[in-house]
């Protein structure tokens, strides 16, 4: 029998046989996500699930609620750390006058409690990424807290920021000017870590929230990267 690099006819055919299977499924394939942008995979599941026995419907269900619970923690966080951001802004390009105290002390008051939100709202998500940011920047505060504490602001045990109005009322202007003026000062550095931790919220989990599907049962135009977040 005739050999053809070391085949004869039937390992030919053989192989030629498996190169076939391989044009079956990548027409499979296609024919697959066809049906998911036409939305009629959509439907087919919608009929399935409606025929369901009630346990899997609780299930179904439990699924559901979880990622609505997940997708409004990440808007927590997200709304949070918005806010953090402001008041470090805020107190970055803040004019440190007698005149302008009163302010101070209420964008530094607003400033901790933005700050604490941010770590309370941030450990209601599973993201190791942003646990990490979080944790650097407590570390920054934990570095500054020598002149944090000159101006009445003392870190507590869970990490969280406590303000004595007191002693801040007391605080020098060159003080509050060291800790929050400028891009390389406290404030700046908490604005920067913030700012990471942005970027995590909005391509991490904020964007978790956005549907497979249009309102008509069509499969929406999400990128690769939109999809591998909304289930890593």
Do not use: C, H, P
């Not at 007391?170 to 970027?199: E, I």
Request: a negative charge; zero cysteines; glycine letters at 4%.
């Amino acid at each position: 029998m005739t050999t053809f690099y070391g085949l004869n006819a039937s390992g030919v055919s053989t192989l030629f046989s498996s190169l076939g299977n391989e044009s079956s499924r990548t027409t499979s394939l296609l024919s697959d996500y066809a049906s998911i942008r036409n939305g009629s995979y959509y439907k087919l599941l919608k009929a399935y699930y409606s025929q369901t026995s009630d346990s899997e419907k609780t299930t179904a269900s439990t699924l559901t609620n979880k990622l609505t619970t997940d997708n409004a923690a990440w808007k927590e966080v997200a709304s949070d750390i918005s806010s953090l951001k402001s008041s470090a802004g805020t107190l970055i390009k803040e004019e440190y006058t007698e005149k302008n105290r009163s302010s101070l002390e209420k964008e530094i008051s607003s400033f901790v409690e933005n700050y604490n939100a941010v770590l309370d709202s941030s450990a209601d998500v599973n993201s190791s990424s942003l646990s990490k940011k979080a944790e650097w920047m407590t570390r920054i505060s934990s570095n500054n807290s020598a002149s944090l504490e000159k101006i009445g602001i003392t870190i507590n045990s869970d990490k969280t920021l406590s303000l004595d109005s007191d002693t801040l009322s007391n605080a020098s202007l060159d003080d509050l000017k060291s800790v929050f003026s400028g891009s390389y000062s406290y404030a700046g550095q908490v604005n920067s870590a913030a700012t990471l931790m942005a970027q995590v919220a909005s391509s991490g989990g904020a964007s978790s929230t956005a549907s497979l599907y249009t309102s008509s049962g069509t499969y929406s135009n999400l990128s690769v990267s939109s999809m591998y977040n909304m289930f890593f």
